[in-house]
T-cell receptor
Framework: EAGVTQFPSHSVIEKGQTVTLRCDPISGHDNLYWYRRVMGKEIKFLLHFVKESKQDESGMPNNRFLAERTGGTYSTLKVQPAELEDSGVYFC??????????????FGPGTRLTVT | RKEVEQDPGPFNVPEGATVAFNCTYSNSASQSFFWYRQDCRKEPKLLMSVYSSGNEDGRFTAQLNRASQYISLLIRDSKLSDSATYLCVVNKPGNTGKLIFGQGTTLQVKP
């Protein structure tokens, strides 16, 4: 079974440009999450989709970040315009939707974003 | 105070040693607890969930103490391949899948 995939693996852009990250969750996983790790800090939650609906977007830094999950399959995270502090590794994770069970989340390899 | 706190280490141990990592969490309402392993420049990989009764998976044993808000991971008979960063992870209480990560504890197993 294929794991969570992310594209691109690396992206280097200039400040003010736009970047779109893509995540394909494990097939059948209704929960999809975005996380980010900036250098020297712990991994932090950005947002959570259940199917195509945003369940929790409390971790989104500001309105320069837009996440979508049309059709409840893959998700995109767009940063527009990018700022220097957006540099970091963006991880996507997915989990099954089983009420009452711990959310065991499986992570993709991440997209390493560098804003110069 | 951080929501999940870990000793960053590094822990340098010889092969075959037993090593224990500890973690504390601040929100007593948290219900789900995990240990993830992260290799350098890779994604976190789920090592094990942590249950109230404690659980064991081969050389790895996890314990949860709700009263003290404390989670532990014990690795017996360390292998070189165990070298990695171990992340203590706790869920955000409420109907959400949001995970809160500790900064990680680095383990280096030496021959």
């Amino acid at each position: 079974e294929a794991g969570v995939t992310q594209f691109p693996s690396h992206s280097v852009i200039e400040k003010g440009q736009t970047v779109t990250l893509r995540c394909d969750p494990i097939s059948g996983h209704d929960n999809l999450y975005w996380y980010r790790r900036v250098m020297g800090k712990e991994i932090k939650f950005l947002l959570h989709f259940v199917k195509e609906s945003k369940q929790d977007e409390s971790g989104m830094p500001n309105n320069r970040f837009l996440a979508e999950r049309t059709g409840g399959t893959y998700s995109t995270l767009k940063v527009q315009p990018a700022e220097l502090e957006d540099s970091g590794v963006y991880f996507c994770a997915s989990s099954q939707l089983i009420p009452g069970l711990a959310h065991e989340q499986y992570f993709g390899p991440g997209t390493r974003l560098t804003v110069t | 105070r951080k929501e999940v706190e870990q000793d960053p280490g590094p822990f340098n141990v010889p092969e075959g040693a037993t090593v224990a990592f500890n973690c504390t969490y601040s929100n007593s309402a948290s219900q789900s607890f995990f240990w993830y392993r992260q290799d350098c420049r890779k994604e976190p990989k789920l090592l094990m969930s942590v249950y109230s009764s404690g659980n064991e998976d081969g050389r790895f044993t996890a314990q949860l103490n709700r009263a003290s808000q404390y989670i532990s991971l014990l690795i017996r008979d360390s292998k070189l391949s165990d070298s990695a960063t171990y992340l203590c992870v706790v869920n955000k209480p409420g109907n959400t899948g949001k995970l809160i990560f500790g900064q990680g504890t680095t383990l280096q197993v030496k021959p």
